[in-house]
């Protein structure tokens, strides 16, 4: 069955132009609290998507993608290159700063059997764990044959498999592997996706899939921004295929997420502490970069009871800088403590991404926001266009 034929029915959207979506912020927030006072569940975040709105290759031009900018009394179009005309000067965007590996490797069983090997990271020496995809059964101990060299079947790993290569798996990958776009989208990766499936500030490798946000930002956007006086920062969050896998159960709490690694440096801290003695606001370009954000916060630390202003927040003194890993999942009723803004691409539907999203800005002010941009005809998921959106109220604790 295809993604499309998955989906459901949802909200119809006749804005054009500056739209206000039809209901308050009070409503909004009704709808949020009704979500979360029952059961979540999988189908709360679908809707209608046409096929043709999925982005299958980048534009030309990094910057030239549309922005959706959506907060609590409205939503407006946008271009990703008014960006900075839309922050004010010492706001501090964060940035992934990861790099995509070529992760996607074909290989053959000895009965001629094609398997399609998917890395989900490295582990020591030639260690790697990985995804593995045949029509029939896969067995501890197979030796596979590929284009670098034999790779050896060791032991499952619920979905993964744990492997031995012929060499270091960053090595190994980045040598005979394929760019590793997407499922949806549906044609054969080329040397243009080795550069624009990648952030212009990736720099750790690690990752197999993109941190997309990032890719609509090229030098002149950068320029542009630190002419208005707006700062940047990385972290590093290496996103597993897991950020493809489905929600399969309907009942959000079975769904358990796949951990990936991430690492925040004590400058990094130093910044967001900066920004917020300032009265900056910290704006995640990405929802891993906020789930990084999010997972570093100490829960020792509680948090204001009464949140005054930007100035007075003490939200980032909870931060710990290093290195760890996060299945933190980010769903409605969850309490931000660091960011202040979000710059995220347009999700699947039914996504644990989308679902971040509606956590931050509202259920019902997103699933209307998508409907608008299905009916202005903005371009979907990873090479799609992109969203900045503000919080809605009582979602920062």
């Given at each position: 069955?295809?993604?499309?034929?998955?989906?459901?029915?949802?909200?119809?959207?006749?804005?054009?132009?500056?739209?206000?979506?039809?209901?308050?912020?009070?409503?909004?927030?009704?709808?949020?609290?009704?979500?979360?006072?029952?059961?979540?569940?999988?189908?709360?975040?679908?809707?209608?998507?046409?096929?043709?709105?999925?982005?299958?290759?980048?534009?030309?031009?990094?910057?030239?993608?549309?922005?959706?900018?959506?907060?609590?009394?409205?939503?407006?179009?946008?271009?990703?290159?008014?960006?900075?005309?839309?922050?004010?000067?010492?706001?501090?965007?964060?940035?992934?700063?990861?790099?995509?590996?070529?992760?996607?490797?074909?290989?053959?069983?000895?009965?001629?059997?094609?398997?399609?090997?998917?890395?989900?990271?490295?582990?020591?020496?030639?260690?790697?764990?990985?995804?593995?995809?045949?029509?029939?059964?896969?067995?501890?101990?197979e030796a596979l044959s590929s284009v670098g060299g034999t790779v050896l079947l060791e032991r499952a790993w619920d979905d993964l498999w744990e492997v031995q290569l012929p060499a270091?798996?960053?090595?190994?990958?980045?040598?005979?592997?394929?760019?590793?776009?997407?499922?949806?989208?549906?044609?054969?990766?080329?040397?243009?996706?080795?550069?624009?499936?990648?952030?212009?500030?990736?720099?750790?490798?690690?990752?197999?899939?993109?941190?997309?946000?990032?890719?609509?930002?090229?030098?002149?956007?950068?320029?542009?921004?630190?002419?208005?006086?707006?700062?940047?920062?990385?972290?590093?969050?290496h996103v597993g295929a897991g950020t493809f896998q489905p929600v399969r159960e309907e009942n959000l709490d079975q769904h358990v997420m796949h951990a990936e690694r991430y690492e925040?440096?004590?400058?990094?801290?130093?910044?967001?502490?900066?920004?917020?003695?300032?009265?900056?606001?910290?704006?995640?370009?990405?929802?891993?970069?906020?789930?990084?954000?999010?997972?570093?916060?100490?829960?020792s630390v509680p948090a204001p009871q009464e949140p005054q202003g930007l100035a007075d927040r003490s939200r980032s003194s909870a931060l710990r800088s290093g290195a760890g890993e996060?299945?933190?999942?980010?769903?409605?009723?969850?309490?931000?403590?660091?960011?202040?803004?979000?710059?995220?691409?347009?999700?699947?539907?039914?996504?644990?991404?989308?679902?971040?999203?509606?956590?931050?800005?509202?259920?019902?002010?997103?699933?209307?926001?998508?409907?608008?941009?299905?009916?202005?005809?903005?371009?979907?998921?990873?090479?799609?266009?992109?969203?900045?959106?503000?919080?809605?109220?009582?979602?920062?604790?």
């Amino acid at each position: 069955m295809g993604l499309v034929a998955e989906l459901v029915d949802a909200v119809d959207s006749k804005s054009t132009g500056l739209a206000h979506l039809g209901s308050t912020p009070s409503e909004a927030t009704k709808s949020q609290q009704h979500i979360v006072n029952r059961p979540m569940r999988r189908s709360d975040f679908e809707f209608f998507l046409p096929e043709e709105l999925i982005a299958q290759t980048p534009l030309a031009q990094r910057s030239a993608s549309r922005l959706l900018v959506l907060d609590q009394t409205g939503l407006a179009d946008a271009r990703i290159d008014q960006l900075p005309s839309l922050l004010r000067p010492d706001d501090l965007l964060v940035f992934n700063d990861t790099r995509v590996l070529p992760a996607r490797l074909a290989a053959q069983r000895a009965t001629g059997g094609r398997v399609e090997i998917f890395l989900e990271r490295p582990l020591s020496g030639c260690g790697a764990l990985v995804h593995a995809r045949a029509s029939n059964v896969l067995r501890p101990g197979e030796a596979l044959s590929s284009v670098g060299g034999t790779v050896l079947l060791e032991r499952a790993w619920d979905d993964l498999w744990e492997v031995q290569l012929p060499a270091p798996a960053v090595e190994f990958f980045e040598r005979h592997g394929a760019v590793p776009l997407p499922p949806y989208i549906t044609r054969t990766p080329d040397d243009t996706d080795r550069e624009r499936y990648q952030s212009l500030l990736a720099r750790v490798p690690g990752a197999v899939a993109a941190p997309t946000a990032s890719l609509h930002f090229d030098q002149a956007l950068f320029a542009a921004l630190a002419a208005r006086g707006i700062r940047r920062a990385t972290l590093t969050l290496h996103v597993g295929a897991g950020t493809f896998q489905p929600v399969r159960e309907e009942n959000l709490d079975q769904h358990v997420m796949h951990a990936e690694r991430y690492e925040i440096s004590s400058e990094l801290i130093e910044a967001l502490q900066r920004a917020h003695r300032e009265g900056a606001r910290v704006i995640a370009v990405g929802t891993t970069v906020a789930r990084a954000l999010e997972s570093a916060v100490d829960e020792s630390v509680p948090a204001p009871q009464e949140p005054q202003g930007l100035a007075d927040r003490s939200r980032s003194s909870a931060l710990r800088s290093g290195a760890g890993e996060t299945r933190l999942f980010i769903r409605p009723g969850f309490r931000f403590r660091v960011i202040d803004g979000l710059i995220t691409n347009f999700h699947l539907p039914g996504s644990t991404l989308l679902m971040l999203v509606a956590a931050y800005t509202g259920h019902e002010r997103v699933l209307q926001a998508y409907a608008h941009a299905v009916q202005q005809r903005y371009r979907f998921f990873s090479y799609g266009d992109a969203m900045l959106v503000w919080p809605a109220p009582g979602v920062r604790a």
